[in-house]
C-alpha cells in the first residue's frame, strides 16, 4: 500500500466512450502525474499538476483531459480513445519541498485501459 | 534519440552473484538519478537515488554515477529469486520549480536458484 489508490483497476470502452480514471493521494503530498506505461515501452509522463496547478503538458491528444480539483484527488478524463491508447495508466505523487527527496515519486497501481 | 537507456534484457544471474544494471542518458542538466524496481504486475517503488558522482551504497544495492560519461548504474550484491523484476532507471529534470521525472524502458533482471 503505497497510499496512492487508483481506480477503476481495469476498464475497457469503445472508442466512442466517455470514461473517467480517479487517483486519490493519501500521503499530503503537493504534486500529482499521470503517466502512461505501454509494453516494452518507457513510462511516458503526460501531465503534472504541483500545488493543484497544471505545469506539465507533455504534448499529449485533447481526447486525454486531466482534472485536479484538489491537492488529494487527480481525474484523467478520457473520450473518443484509439485502440493504441490501450496501456496502464499509471498516478503518482510526490513532496516537492525541501526535506524531501527530489523527484521520489509514490505510484498507485495503475488503471489498466483496454480500447476497442 | 532516446532520453534515457537501458538494455531491456532479460539479465540472467545466478542466485548469490552480483547483477549489474546499466543506464545512459542524455540530458546534461539532469540533476538526480533513481533506479525503480517493478515486480510484474505492479506499481514501480524507488529503490536507490544519487546525486553526486560516485557510489552510494543501501544494503546489498550500490548506485554508482558518473555524469562526464552521462552513465548510471545499479549493482545488486547477493542477487536472491525475490530480486526477479523489471529496473527502471529514472532521471530528474527539475524545470520550472517541480519534478519532471523521465525513465528508460527497464531492464528485466531474472536471478534463477
Known sequence: ETGVTQTPRHLVMGMTNKK????????????????????????????????????????????????????????LHLHTLQPEDSALYLCASSQDREGAVAGELFFGEGSRLTVL | QKEV???????????????????????RGSQSFFWYRQYSGKSPELIMFIYSNG?????????????????????IRDSQPSDSATYLCAVNLISGGYNKLIFGAGTRLAVHP
Open chain 1, 20 to 75: 473517467s480514471l480517479k487517483c486519490e493521494q493519501h500521503l499530503g503530498h503537493n504534486a500529482m502525474y499521470w503517466y502512461k506505461q505501454s509494453a516494452k515501452k518507457p513510462l511516458e509522463l503526460m501531465f503534472v499538476y504541483s500545488l493543484e496547478e497544471r505545469v506539465e503538458n507533455n504534448s499529449v491528444p485533447s481526447r486525454f483531459s486531466p482534472e485536479c480539483p484538489n491537492s488529494s484527488h487527480l481525474f
Open chain 2, 55 to 75: 557510489d552510494k551504497e543501501d544494503g546489498r544495492f550500490t548506485a554508482q554515477l558518473n555524469k562526464a560519461s552521462q552513465y548510471v548504474s545499479l549493482l
Open chain 2, 5 to 27: 537507456e537501458q538494455n531491456s534484457g532479460p539479465l540472467s544471474v545466478p542466485e548469490g552473484a552480483i547483477a549489474s544494471l546499466n543506464c545512459t542518458y542524455s540530458d
